[in-house]
């Protein structure tokens, strides 16, 4: 995966050392972000023969869990939600995702750059 526009994978500051400047996203999905491989430790440790099962759960819990967050900031729902709230539940989204992939042995990082170039194809196309 590419880092984003204008965000150079690292940079040196003159004086040898060397800045990491990828975002916590890019480091995720590249299974270099040392809270990620402590998160994926623990439910390795955890949920013995059913951890991908669990955190595919896990996931379909996020996934809903920021759809109510997006009903409630659009109005949708009895109870109100800020953009900060819809945008911690996507974080959770991402993150469950993210341990789901490792804890199988996918490369996310790969999927999704070739999911993008299908997605961009179909939006050409008219068919997204």
């Known amino acids: 995966m590419a880092p984003a526009p204008g965000n150079p994978i690292s940079r040196a500051d003159g004086q040898g050392n060397v800045t990491d400047r990828r975002t916590p ?3 995720i999905l ?5 809270r990620f491989h402590e998160i994926v430790a623990h439910h390795r440790a955890s949920h013995s023969g059913a951890t991908v099962l669990a955190n595919a759960l ?15 900031h659009l ?12 945008g911690e539940e996507m974080a959770d989204v991402v993150i469950s995702t993210a341990v ?24 050409r196309q008219g068919t997204a």
Request: proline residues 0%.
């Open 25 to 27: 996203f890019e480091r």
């Open 30 to 34: 590249m299974f270099e972000d040392d």
């Open 58 to 72: 896990c996931m379909a819990e996020e996934m809903g869990e920021a759809i109510q967050q997006i009903r409630r």
């Open 75 to 86: 109005g949708l729902a009895r109870s109100a939600a800020t953009l900060e709230q819809v």
């Open 100 to 123: 789901t992939a490792r804890l199988m042995g996918l490369d996310l990082a790969a999927h999704i750059d070739a999911k993008l170039d299908v997605a961009v194809e179909r939006t």
